[in-house]
Nanobody
Framework: QVQLVESGGGLVQAGGSLRLSCAAS????????MGWFRQASGKEREFVAG????????DYAESVKGRFTISRDNAKNTVYLQMNSLKPEDTAVYYC????????????????WGQGTQVTVSS
């Protein structure tokens, strides 16, 4: 089992920045690929960014490329999502998720999920 706890959400003006953190406990964190997803009100959950277990590969949704950066610190069992140049359309509940080894953009391929953290971007 892996337990995931997100933090760092909040209210920010358009153009601002936030850094989300996801702390993991349980099984060996370094064995898992980590993903960030988001779900806006009335919409389906969507992939935002992913990072391979080793940190050597990352993947991003087109809508966040160049603005968001995913990273991980396996010594701290934590994955981060640095979000810059935020837009009102980035408003959503952000979730981190874990799956074995490789990145996936599909929600159904992740085994463990956090409870989510709200990000609200005002215009």
């Amino acid at each position: 089992q892996v337990q995931l706890v997100e933090s760092g959400g909040g209210l920010v003006q358009a153009g601002g920045s936030l850094r989300l953190s996801c702390a993991a406990s349980g099984r060996t964190f370094s064995m898992y690929a980590m993903g960030w997803f988001r779900q806006a009100s009335g919409k389906e959950r969507e992939f935002v960014a992913g990072i391979r277990w080793s940190g050597t590969n990352t993947d991003y949704a087109e809508s966040v490329k160049g603005r968001f950066t995913i990273s991980r610190d396996n010594a701290k069992n934590t994955v981060y999502l640095q979000m810059n140049s935020l837009k009102p359309e980035d408003t959503a509940v952000y979730y981190c998720a874990a799956r074995s080894w490789l990145i996936s953009t599909r929600t159904e391929e992740y085994d463990y999920w956090g409870q989510g953290t709200q990000v609200t971007v005002s215009s």
